[in-house]
């Protein structure tokens, strides 16, 4: 099968989406798919062609979320170079910028457009409007997001039940959704496939000692992550395991202004802010935790709650649908619905070493059902069905153009 793959963001990007459409292009050229991936480069004027990877990078401008750009709706220049690549699916992972340009592309050439909802955009507007019209932006968003999936969608894909309920009941969405969890390469996770070494090395820069017990934040330093909730929960937990070490990795807007919290909250000696980490340098963080914590309720899904569980630490999240479909409580995790539950599971899997050995075995175990390979068997089966959906949309048109045809004579 021959595969067009559009995103606003990839690697060297580093996030959900980016991981997620990185994999999936991985994935399916080990079962034996060519796989093309139209994306948007950092150059503001210059198109970006990697012929032997088979991507396409589109000039893009800054919007001012992270590292997100736009891009050109429609780059002419580059049509008749993907016409050529005679796509059997064009898969969006956008609702806009390239994934416009998906839109137009797949009805301009009759090809089948599969979709896939990664961001709940609703909870990202305030990046925008700055506090400003924001209902209003929220409706502008939900009326774009149904427009595109709904109207121009052959085929929709969510990774949570979660997000088939928001487009069932608020979008009253009427096509075929799948929800498919999306996997990831939870092999470079594997204890065994860890160079503990470099995880010695690591700790020792983060001056993380064997005798502390590490809570580990992975993501986005920002308000929607709810990294305040973790370092309020950080004031009493210190109190009860003197060795308690709380790891937040990544960057964002709010860093500063958490730093901050955590001086005047006199934490500092417990809270590490690592900044930003090396895509190949990610499982090693998660080798330096004994826990991983997350209070987010604005995940579509939450890859790093699974890459936690492929690394043997047991994931700590707060009560959402986003979480519960991958984490079973007391099983491969521990789910809460506030503060003090959120504690109490730390401390229990800090005392208790039975359980806590017992829930980092299933963690694993159940990570491996999350496999990008298993995610990319099931992808392929929606590819199939649109592409037999978009057969009979054909042949339909065809019938009616004869009988039209005879009526008119």
Same mark, same amino acid.
């Given at each position: ?9 990839? !690697? ?5 989406? $980016? ?9 399916? /050229? ?31 401008? !800054? ?11 429609? !780059? ?14 064009? +898969? ?13 592309? &797949? ?10 909802? +990664? ?17 209003? $932006? ?14 121009? &969608? ?30 990831? /390469? ?66 964002? !807007? ?40 997350? &209070? ?53 899997? +800090? ?17 491996? +059902? ?5 995610? &990319? ?33």
């Amino acid at each position: 099968m021959r595969i067009g793959l559009f995103t606003d963001t990839y !690697p060297p990007f580093i996030n959900g989406v $980016s991981t997620s459409v990185s994999m999936l292009k991985d994935a399916l /050229e080990k079962k034996g798919h060519t796989v093309y991936v139209i994306t948007v480069s950092k150059n503001l004027l210059k198109y970006e062609i990697d012929k032997e990877n088979r991507i396409i990078k589109v000039p893009g401008i !800054p919007v001012g979320i992270y590292d997100y750009r736009l891009s050109r709706i429609y !780059p002419i220049s580059m049509i008749n170079t993907m016409r050529s690549w005679k796509l059997d699916v064009v +898969h969006s992972h956008t609702e806009f910028g390239i994934g416009i340009f998906a839109r137009l592309f &797949a009805k301009q050439f009759n090809i089948p457009l599969i979709h896939t909802y +990664h961001t709940l955009y609703e909870d990202y507007t305030h990046y925008l409007t700055k506090g400003y019209f924001d209902k209003s $932006s929220k409706k502008i968003v939900e009326y774009l997001t149904k427009f595109y999936c709904d109207k121009t &969608a052959t085929e929709l894909i969510v990774p949570t039940n979660k997000i088939y309920k928001l487009f069932k009941e608020k979008y009253e969405f009427e096509k075929n959704i799948h929800i498919i969890p999306t996997g990831i /390469e939870i092999d470079r996770f594997f204890t065994e496939n860890v160079d503990e070494d470099e995880v010695k090395l690591l700790k020792e820069k983060l001056n993380i000692s064997k005798k502390d017990f590490v809570v580990l934040f992975v993501g986005r330093i920002a308000s929607e992550k709810n990294i305040t909730f973790l370092l309020e929960s950080s004031k009493e937990l210190k109190k009860k395991i003197p060795n308690y070490k709380l790891m937040i990795v990544g960057d964002g !807007p709010d860093k500063e202004e958490y730093e901050k919290y955590v001086k005047d909250n006199s934490i500092d000696d417990h809270i590490i802010f690592t900044g930003k980490a090396a895509w190949e340098e990610i499982p090693l963080y998660y080798h330096c935790a004994n826990l991983f914590a997350t &209070a987010s309720t604005t995940e579509t899904q939450g890859l790093t709650v699974i890459e936690a569980m492929a690394s043997s630490v047991p994931p700590l999240c707060i009560d959402d649908e986003s979480f519960t479909t991958t984490v079973t409580d007391d099983l491969s995790g521990k789910i809460f619905t506030n503060n003090k539950e959120y504690e109490d599971a730390v401390i229990e899997l +800090h005392k208790d070493k039975k359980k806590y050995k017992y829930i980092s075995e299933q963690a694993r175990i159940n990570s491996e +059902h999350l496999s990008s390979s298993s995610y &990319a068997e099931r992808v392929l089966e929606v590819y199939e069905r649109a592409i037999k959906t978009k057969k009979e949309q054909r042949d339909r048109n065809i019938i009616n153009r004869v009988i039209d045809k005879i009526k008119g004579e």
